[in-house]
């Protein structure tokens, strides 16, 4: 068969991320299939659930959705169809049940499916709370918080599908007695990294917010009161730590529930990862999302949405991912038949921002809300029908006669839910467009290439207006990616201004009116960040929690700028910094300096380091490995030549353990009952355990791998949208 290659193009960017993180490689490494094969493969495997007859015919039509960027599933479909693996799914929600078995059952079903690609959800509101009575044994029990710290040191170690690392969701119901330890759980910047955190609020205590009121706190062992708070206390106390550092995110467990399509088979306690698909336990949901850039044409001279091209990539969109349900081999059997018995898909929807470039509509106004409401609602219209018309011909889904849908007229679907907002991370940048339904993260960006080059990378829609409207040239572009904004440039056209916002220029008001606008037209819920300025309070989170109440969000994750702790430095104070690094001097080496050895396994073997001192002080590092080859070698002693560099230059040893404590290398070891990350883990420890006495103090900067707001692959600022972090320059995502 001739293949289409020549009838789709992709960026340079989409490239990087096909080849680094999808294309089959051999066991050296070497990619061995091309950017068309693989989109070939998926369709090709996807297209197996079709008759015999149907098969050639849609494995055409799903390539051809793929490789035009109109459509595209989640990642695993992309990485595993196809393959020995074969798990389809992102998202999974797993119970925790009240007993030892019951936790570590699903300790080791979250590691099967982290293993797989999937990323998990739980809810722990069943455990009972801290210092209560174990029946069994007579002894006290440690609590939900306790046990999330054993689901994130086993999500440590697994790595998804060889290309990332699993995410997980932590739900706790606001009436739990340990809501409060629950809302401070990731207090500390390396607490819990593996994990999203959200609390669940009911009606009950929403309406005691409103009233000044106390509520109840019940026990999950029996439901009985087990004593009472403050109903306004617990929600600001829950308003500052979001405030403080993003987390916890509330979901409204009621509002969820309400449409809950399958009711008798249980309430929904949990969402995946990122909030977006809410799933009742043991169940999965295989997503996708259409790319709106792609759905413009041109009437009377005006760009318009194509609605006609638009429902025919939704109907076979929705046959996509219906297909991907029988062709996924899930990890559990269980979960495999709450899968096959309900059949829930997630269509969304990537490439907004751009969508509304092309139609000249700024993201912060009410035009674009129009067009939100317009799009979704034609969309969830669209892949209602779809699903009613492969429920003709394939059936309705098995546990259609415990749904809501029974004795409604034309609810004779296929699927559960069809459709959902989920964060599109790689999937964008494979796309060449925005990300979900998010404003633009920057016109205007630097990448770091190879030599220490700088690339910059213009908004193709933008560029081709400031040359077409003769205002482009390198030096704006340049001042653009540095400034973050249009606004305060006069070389703009106030008319392009005005269209062409970013992140920075949107309101938080704006981004709950956009989430609440797609939500009122989806069936599952919307993943997206409410971002705030550094110098937003208290009163404004406040604010965007009770908006997205009031406007019927199933849930709201907020991010004020600046709030992390070692959010990386504004390009002005970067700047400083380094002019005053610049001044450092190393300090000579006397001649005769004492010190100590210490002999620390690792992953690597056995790694000596060896730290001499002046005026009782760390002053050089020396540090060499056990039999691990020239390489390793090589980077231990460069390691223990720049921290020594540092410390003679007058870096405090402090600082430079924050930088090297906690980074995780590939072969994690146990020693002397702690872990041992990597080499530089290692130094870390053996500096932490000579000079510093107040180890709680002490605020390391890596999670999971990466500083916190740096990206683990190209060191650039991470942003936070969709629920997620992610990175706009590489394609880095922690969650897609």
């Known amino acids: 068969m001739l ?7 992709l960026s340079d960017n989409a490239r990087t991320v096909l080849e680094r993180r999808y294309q089959l490689k051999d066991q050296d490494g070497k990619i061995i299939e091309s950017a068309s094969g693989l989109f070939r493969r998926v369709a090709k495997h996807i297209a197996a659930a079709e008759k015999e007859d149907d098969r050639a015919l849609y494995e055409e039509k799903f390539y051809d959705l793929m490789t035009e960027l109109k459509f595209l599933p989640n990642s695993p479909t992309i990485m595993n169809a196809g393959r020995e693996l074969g798990q389809l799914a ?3 929600v797993l119970p925790v049940e009240d007993s030892m078995d019951g936790i570590f059952e699903s300790v080791k079903n979250a590691a099967l499916i982290h293993k797989s690609g999937g990323g998990t959800g739980f809810s722990f509101s069943r455990l009972r709370p801290k210092n209560s009575r174990v029946g069994t044994t007579g002894g006290i029990a440690s609590g939900p918080v306790s046990f999330m710290k054993i689901f994130n040191t086993a999500t440590e170690q697994v790595k998804q599908g060889g290309t990332r690392r699993g995410a997980n969701m932590a739900i706790l119901r606001c009436d739990h007695p340990d809501i409060q330890e629950f809302i401070h759980c990731k207090r500390e910047e390396n607490d819990l990294n593996n994990f999203n955190i959200s609390v669940g609020l009911t009606d009950k205590f929403i309406q005691a917010v409103k009233e000044d009121k106390d509520y109840d706190l019940i026990d999950p062992k029996d439901g009985s009161k087990s004593g009472t708070l403050s109903a306004v206390d617990v929600y600001m106390e829950l308003v500052a730590q979001a405030w403080s550092n993003g987390d916890p995110g509330i979901v409204f467990l009621d509002r969820i529930n309400r449409d809950n399509a399958l009711p008798s088979l249980g309430d929904i306690e949990s969402t995946n990862p990122c909030g977006e698909q809410p799933l009742l336990p043991m169940e999965a949901c295989n997503l996708g999302s259409i790319n709106l850039n792609r759905f413009v044409t041109e009437k009377d001279d005006k760009k318009v949405i194509d609605y006609d091209s638009l429902g025919e990539a939704v109907d076979l969109s929705v046959r996509f991912l219906d297909n991907t349900i029988d062709m ?20 969304g929807v990537m490439g907004f921002a751009d969508l509304l470039f092309q139609l000249k509509i700024p993201y912060n106004s009410d035009g674009a809300i129009k067009i939100a409401e317009d799009v979704m609602s034609f969309i969830q219209h669209t892949s209602h029908k779809a699903s009613r018309d492969l429920a003709e011909s394939r059936g309705v889904f098995k546990n259609f006669d415990k749904s809501v849908f029974v004795g409604k007229k034309e609810c004779e679907f296929r699927n559960a839910t069809t459709t959902t907002i989920a964060p599109t991370g790689t999937l964008s940048i494979i796309a060449d467009c925005s990300s979900g339904i998010e404003p633009i993260f920057a016109l205007s ?10 690339l910059i990378s213009v908004n193709p829609l933008f560029e081709k207006i400031a040359r077409d409207r003769g205002f482009y040239s390198t030096d704006l572009m340049d001042k653009i990616a540095k400034k973050g904004s249009l606004a305060s440039l006069n070389e703009i056209p106030p008319d392009v201004k005005e269209v062409f916002v970013t992140a920075h220029d949107v309101s938080p008001e704006w981004h709950v009116k956009m989430q609440a606008a797609f939500q009122k037209y989806t069936d599952n819920a919307v993943s997206k960040t ?5 110098e937003a309070t208290e009163k404004d989170v406040l604010k965007i929690y009770n908006m997205a109440n009031e406007l019927g969000c199933k849930g709201v994750t907020i991010y004020r700028d600046g709030s992390k702790e070692n959010q990386v430095l504004s390009f002005n104070e970067q700047k400083k910094k380094a002019e005053q690094d610049l ?16 002999k620390m396994k690792t992953g690597m073997g056995y790694l000596y380091v060896t730290v001499t001192e002046f005026e009782g002080r760390p002053f050089e590092v020396f540090a060499t490995i056990g039999k691990s080859g020239k390489s390793a070698t090589a980077k231990t002693e460069a390691i223990g030549r720049l921290m020594s560099l540092a ?24 020693h002397e009952g ?11 420890r053996v500096l932490e355990n000579r000079y510093v006495k107040d180890k709680k103090n002490l605020k390391t900067e890596n999670v999971n791998g990466f500083k916190t707001n740096n990206c683990p692959e190209c060191s650039n600022v991470l942003a936070f949208e969709e629920g997620c972090k992610k990175c706009h320059y590489c394609g880095f995502s922690k969650c897609s």
């Open 3 to 9: 293949e289409k290659s020549y009838l789709f193009s």
């Open 674 to 684: 702690g872990r041992v990350l990597s080499i530089p883990d290692a130094i870390g």
């Open 90 to 92: 992102a998202c999974f």
């Open 583 to 598: 001044s450092l001097q190393p300090v000579d080496r006397p001649e005769t300096l004492e010190g100590f050895t210490t």
């Open 647 to 670: 410390l003679r230059s007058g870096v405090p040893v402090e600082s430079i353990i924050e930088q090297v404590k906690g980074i995780v290398g590939e072969y994690a070891v146990f």
């Open 445 to 454: 960006f630097v990448r770091n290439v190879m030599d220490n080059d700088k």
């Open 328 to 347: 996924s081999k899930y990890p559990l059997d269980e979960i495999d038949e709450m899968v096959k018995g309900n059949r829930k898909v997630g269509l």
């Open 530 to 534: 409410v971002n705030l300025p550094k």
